[in-house]
C-alpha cells in the first residue's frame, strides 16, 4: 500500500542540482511530507520535511505543490559524497505518525 | 552528541543459534524502533517501543523474533532460532516523544546466518 511514488534511479553531475521527485496523490490533510536519505551501509539520515509550504535548511530544499500531491527534493549543488537512496515518506501528524514507513526510494547517482 | 548505538556492527553466526542485537538510543529519546533491510523487502519495521513500553509489534515476523525494552536506555532483539532467511541489516532508531519528532538511525547490525 505505497503512498509515495518515486523514480527508481537517477543520476546527476557533480557541482549541479539534483532535483528528485516524489507523488503522493492520496496524501491527506494532516499528512507531512518527509525526506530521508541513505548512503551505502549507514542507517538512513533526516533530510528535511514540510506540510504545505516550501523548506529550507543547510541540506536541501523542498518544493512541495499547492494541491500537496507532490513534492520535490533539491540539493542545490550535488557532490558525490550525495549518491545514496533518497526515500519520501508520507507521515501522519499524530501518535500514529511517530513511525516512518519506507518505500523503495531513488538511488541518485551523481558522477564526476 | 552519541548517536544511536548499536552492537555488534557485523555478526556471522550458524543455523540454530540465538542471536542477540543490542541498541543504545540517544539520552532523554523516549521512542526506539527496531527495522529490519534486506534487498527484496527493503525497510520494514518490526517494532515500536514508547516509555519502554511495545506499542506496535505486528511488523515482527514470526515467534522465533522477541525485542525487549527492560530500561529507556537499552534494547535487545533476539532471534532463537536463527535462520538463513534471517540475515539482513538490523536497524534501532530513536525518537523524542510522539507525533512527527525527528527519527535517528543507528549505523545498523549486518546479521548473517550460514
Known amino acids: 500500500d505505497a503512498k509515495t511514488t518515486q523514480p527508481t534511479s537517477m543520476d546527476c553531475a557533480e557541482g549541479r542540482a539534483a532535483n528528485l521527485p516524489c507523488n503522493h496523490s492520496?496524501?491527506?490533510?494532516?499528512?507531512?511530507v518527509y525526506w530521508y536519505r541513505q548512503i551505502h551501509s549507514q542507517g538512513p539520515q533526516y533530510i528535511i520535511h514540510g506540510l504545505k509550504n516550501n523548506e529550507t535548511n543547510e541540506m536541501a530544499s523542498l518544493i512541495i505543490t499547492e494541491d500537496r500531491k507532490s513534492s520535490t527534493l533539491i540539493l542545490p549543488h550535488a557532490t558525490l559524497r550525495d549518491t545514496a537512496v533518497y526515500y519520501c515518506i508520507v507521515r501522519p501528524n499524530n501518535n500514529a505518525g511517530n513511525m516512518l514507513t519506507f518505500g523503495g526510494g531513488t538511488r541518485l547517482m551523481v558522477k564526476p | 552528541d552519541a548517536g544511536v548505538i548499536q552492537s555488534p556492527r557485523h555478526e556471522v553466526t550458524e543455523m540454530g543459534q540465538e542471536v542477540t542485537l543490542r541498541c543504545k538510543p540517544i539520552s532523554g529519546h523516549n521512542s526506539l524502533f527496531w527495522y529490519r533491510q534486506t534487498m527484496m523487502r527493503g525497510l520494514e519495521l518490526l517494532i515500536y517501543?514508547?516509555?519502554?513500553?511495545?506499542?506496535?509489534d505486528s511488523g515482527m515476523p514470526e515467534d522465533r523474533f522477541s525485542a525487549k525494552m527492560p530500561n529507556a536506555s537499552f534494547s535487545t532483539l533476539k532471534i532463537q532460532p536463527s535462520e538463513p532467511r534471517d540475515s539482513a541489516v538490523y536497524f534501532c532508531?530513536?525518537?523524542?516523544?510522539?507525533?512527527?519528532?525527528?527519527?535517528?538511525f543507528g549505523e545498523g547490525s549486518w546479521l548473517t546466518v550460514v
Open positions: 532508531a530513536s525518537s523524542l516523544g510522539h507525533g512527527r519528532n525527528t527519527i535517528y
Open positions: 517501543f514508547n516509555n519502554n513500553v511495545p506499542i506496535d
Open positions: 492520496t496524501i491527506s490533510g494532516n499528512e507531512y
